[in-house]
Nanobody
Framework: QVQLVESGGGLMQPGGSLRLSCAASGSICSTYTMGWYRQAPGKQRELVATITSRGSTNYADSVKGRFTISRDNAKNALSLQMNSLKPGDTAVYYC???????????WGQGTQVTVSS
């Protein structure tokens, strides 16, 4: 069973920055496309960004140009640099494999990001 531990969230004013980290058990970061997801209150969980084992990235339109996903395969870790934060970014953020994660419905505890003045 894959263990996923997200960290780095917190309270930030609009325009601020945060870096989220994800520690994963096993070697999934070197094998699978990984992603960051978020779930805002009353909304469905949505995919924010992905990164393949080769390093190719994709972003949701809502975060493109502001967020950067990265991975360290040796450490089996995933990061999300969040700049120019907006109130709409407020959500619980999760890391997971892009395809297997939702299919297995296996999630970590997530890390809360709150953007408010």
């Amino acid at each position: 069973q894959v263990q996923l531990v997200e960290s780095g969230g917190g309270l930030m004013q609009p325009g601020g920055s945060l870096r989220l980290s994800c520690a994963a058990s096993g070697s999934i970061c070197s094998t699978y496309t990984m992603g960051w997801y978020r779930q805002a209150p009353g909304k469905q969980r949505e995919l924010v960004a992905t990164i393949t084992s080769r390093g190719s990235t994709n972003y949701a339109d809502s975060v493109k140009g502001r967020f950067t996903i990265s991975r360290d395969n040796a450490k089996n870790a995933l990061s999300l640099q969040m700049n120019s934060l907006k109130p709409g970014d407020t959500a619980v953020y999760y890391c997971n494999a892009r395809w297997l994660g939702p299919l297995m419905n296996n999630w970590g505890q997530g890390t809360q990001v709150t953007v408010s003045s």
